[in-house]
């Protein structure tokens, strides 16, 4: 049986009974093609073979498995994405690690590295979520039984909370997305996957809502629509960010405070001068946009190349801000008088 229609049917029987935050992700049509492409494609051959030895293991609560098959998707998704933009190659497996890709643009060999950002909390946030997401179809049953024509249940998806019973978390908090977000990419980075080359960092955010615009994600800092209340870019925030730097977000309520403490992280592309610039992937479907931030003062190919295939860009000097800021106003205008 082929490998999308392996996890096809595992989704359905997995969707009778609860919801699986990763593999919900996986995009099928991708996992096709990348079987198509196998007889052909040393990359789409080698993934191929990965994820089919991952699939006896694959069970609801084997979050590891999940992960796996996901990385290497999102690996693949990349693959297909940035071909359209460039000339990609994916770099063969050695001794030891390397990027993922090498891009041929304007004449120069860049790299790229691709890391998957999971959720807060390691696996006790998937496992919690599919339990939670299991009561929420007991109780659509019963209702369904007591034979109302309606039935209503929730469940909920908290990718920055660190801890079931974390009393410190709150839903609303900007910093508390930056930095559980800072420091995942932190733990994955790997030296050794960043040194042949100017090497792009491509982030998969597939998993998480930052809690605010996509675009003015890469503002430093934006003013909220009520007055005299503002709101940080999250993802600017992760790869620019100065330890101690205050952040905000959207106020409760008017009047209220956007005070959301000071940073404990230090931005990514501030630390690791070996990560030349970083293109996240944010969005679910159709709707998925890149989002590139870079170095200012840069008039090089990796600068050059995050333009061409990002969706939106800025940098450290916040160059394109009122650009950005101005294609939000364009997705949603200020109500009229």
Known sequence: MCIHEQLLRFLQDANELTYLPLLQEIDLPTIRRMEEDAHSDEYARRKCRKIRELLPSLTIMNINTQRSIFNHFAEVRFYYELRNESVITAIAEGNGPTPDFRIDFEGS??????????????????????????????????????????????????????????????????????????????????????????????????????????????????????????????????????????????????????????????????EFQTIAGVVFRYGLGDRARFLGLCQANQETPVARFIRQVADHVNDDQNTYGHQLEMAYQQQFPPPGP
């Open 109 to 270: 060999a860049l790299f790229g590295e691709v890391k998957s950002i999971s959720m807060a909390g390691s696996d006790a946030n998937y496992t919690g979520v599919i339990w939670d997401a299991f009561g929420a179809e007991l109780e659509l049953e019963r209702q369904r039984r007591q034979g109302r024509r309606a039935c209503i249940a929730e469940f909920v998806i908290q990718p920055a909370r660190r801890a079931e019973g974390d009393r410190n978390y709150d839903s609303r908090s900007a910093r508390a997305v930056i930095e559980v977000i800072n420091t995942k990419i932190r733990d994955l980075f790997n030296p050794a996957q960043f040194a042949l080359g100017p090497t792009i960092l491509f982030a998969d955010l597939s998993q998480w809502a930052l809690g605010c615009d996509a675009v003015r994600s890469l503002i430093p800092c934006y003013h909220e629509e009520w007055p005299g209340s503002n709101g940080s870019g999250v993802l600017w925030q992760v790869a620019f960010g100065r330890l101690g730097d205050l952040v905000f977000r959207p106020p409760e309520f008017e009047g209220a405070s956007s005070d959301d403490g000071t940073l404990a992280t230090q931005g990514l592309l501030l």
